[in-house]
């Protein structure tokens, strides 16, 4: 089968275009066949080697993607709850051989049945984004109807579902993101869109249950100005686990009697099924900004690379409509 692999860490360039053996399920995995896979930031991090966060974990030669849309083509002697030929969506293996490849063997608690309404390629920009918002909000933010949230990085893969199922949920959204984008975050169901660099999110914004901080930037005197925004007792939430609160985010949590999270996504099969219902009765939208060939995979590298991609990228694997 073909699949995207690196051999070295490093530029776009790493990326090869290679016939590799098609994985064997183990007892509790799945083996798919892949229409779609997502890009995500964190495939050029790894692919340029990791951060603090993911560096040990990383093993040479690799498969890159862990976003995946696809139909089960075998089962592990183990797996029950799916059957050959079901559609599926999750995210596979992370962070060892994903889904930039025809096939993926990955355990079946990592899928559900992918949304019914969504295209495999539209299915593949979900899991690995969804998830993560759907961690940070309701595992770690602890989001109740009829609270209030300050989303920082609104308009990306992270940011455009955790607007979604924020309003979902009943919470009262106030999204950033750049002024090209405003629009596209009131769309999403925003109550409130800021621009972060034209507007003072602190001076506008005030008495939130959760800060949830979505976008790339990683910098403490950020946080500490975010964590004026919460209620006494509020949550901020970061997504950005490899870069550690330090004292001063420390003491303004604590000044705010406030809980400070970092929160890692988790691969939970009962979510990505709650997800794929939202889905299904039109309360979430998937927004695929380009769709690339998986032989293009440098070019959607680069692209993810510019920090400022509406919803998501998606690399086409086989055509939507070619048989199981
Ligand atoms: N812990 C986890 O499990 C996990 C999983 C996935 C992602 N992440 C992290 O989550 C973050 C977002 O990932 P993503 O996939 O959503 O990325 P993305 O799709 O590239 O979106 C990033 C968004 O951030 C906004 N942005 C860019 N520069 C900004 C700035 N200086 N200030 C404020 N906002 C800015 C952009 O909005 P505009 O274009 O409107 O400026 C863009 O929409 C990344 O840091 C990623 O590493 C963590």
Aim: charged share 20%; net charge negative; with cysteine.
């Amino acid at each position: 089968m073909k699949a995207v692999r690196i051999h070295a860490f490093g530029g776009p360039e790493v990326l090869q275009l290679e016939d590799v053996a098609r994985p064997v399920p183990a007892a509790d995995e799945i083996l798919i066949k892949l229409y779609a896979s997502g890009v995500n930031p964190v495939d050029w991090v790894v692919r340029e080697g990791g951060n603090d966060a993911l560096r040990a974990y990383l093993t040479l030669p690799m498969t890159l993607g862990w976003d995946a849309a696809g139909v089960v083509e075998e089962l592990g002697s183990a797996v029950t709850g799916f059957q050959k030929g079901d559609a599926v969506y999750g995210e596979p293996n992370f962070p060892g051989n994903g889904s930039y490849a025809e096939y993926c063997a990955a355990k079946a608690s990592q899928f559900a049945l992918k949304p019914k309404s969504l295209s495999f390629t539209e299915a593949a920009g979900v899991p690995l984004a969804g998830l993560t918002a759907w961690t940070a909000l309701f595992e770690h933010g602890k989001l109740q109807a009829g609270q209030r949230i300050l989303i920082q990085g609104a308009s990306g893969g992270v940011g455009s579902f955790a607007v979604q199922f924020a309003k979902a949920k009943g919470a009262y959204v106030i999204g950033t993101a750049s002024a090209g984008n405003l629009d596209h975050l009131r769309q999403l169901g925003a109550d409130e869109a800021i621009d972060y660099r034209s507007q003072n999110v602190e001076e506008l914004v005030r008495d939130v249950d959760v800060v949830l901080e979505a976008s790339p930037v990683r910098d403490n005197a950020a946080r500490v100005k975010a964590i004026t925004v919460l209620k006494e007792g509020g949550t901020f939430v970061s997504v950005n686990v490899d870069f550690p609160f330090d004292e001063a985010v420390q003491a303004a949590l604590a000044q705010k009697k406030a809980t400070g999270e970092l929160s890692n996504n988790q691969p939970r099969q009962e979510w990505l099924q709650e997800i794929a219902q939202l889905i299904d009765a039109g309360k979430v939208r998937v927004f695929i900004s380009k769709v690339f060939p998986l032989a293009e995979v440098a070019e959607a590298h680069r692209e993810s690379q510019t920090w400022h991609v509406q919803g998501k990228l998606v690399l086409k694997i086989r055509p939507d409509g070619e048989p199981a």
